[in-house]
């Protein structure tokens, strides 16, 4: 026969074990919870900036960088060719970080707008990448 002192044991022992099997579950339970809950974060787009800045500034600026492109970069062609903007991303609504190629060379600029008057603007390069 089992004596009180071992009978303890393994009422302890069993309640242990509930107890840990009972915080697996519960551990299991909330991690799915998060991994639900930042699987709908991750399906959202957070905002950018360009959805703030109005169309017309953002056309505007557009067509001034993609007519005004070679005298931005400054950087001879070594087979010739001429630079074309890849990618524009607006980060604010002065400053714009631009990708280009020529076909051959890529480059990478940040571009500060300081001022603008009429159809001029004034800027100037913080960064640029690939001279």
Request: proline residues 3%; contains cysteine.
């Amino acid at each position: 026969m089992i004596g009180k002192k071992s009978l303890f044991l393994i009422i302890l022992v069993f309640i242990l074990v509930l107890c840990i099997f009972a915080s697996f579950i519960h551990i299991n339970s909330r991690l799915s919870t998060i991994e639900r809950s930042s699987n709908r974060l991750s399906n959202k787009t957070p905002p950018t900036i360009e959805q703030d800045i109005p169309e017309d500034y953002r056309s505007f600026i557009d067509e001034y960088l993609q007519k005004n492109i070679e005298k931005i970069v400054k950087r001879e062609h070594p087979v010739g060719g001429k630079w074309t903007i890849t990618k524009r991303l607006f980060l604010s609504a002065n400053t714009i970080r631009l990708d280009y190629e020529d076909g051959h060379e890529l480059g990478k600029l940040l571009l500060v707008i300081d001022d603008i008057k009429g159809d001029k603007i004034r800027y100037r390069i913080l960064w640029q990448e690939g001279e």
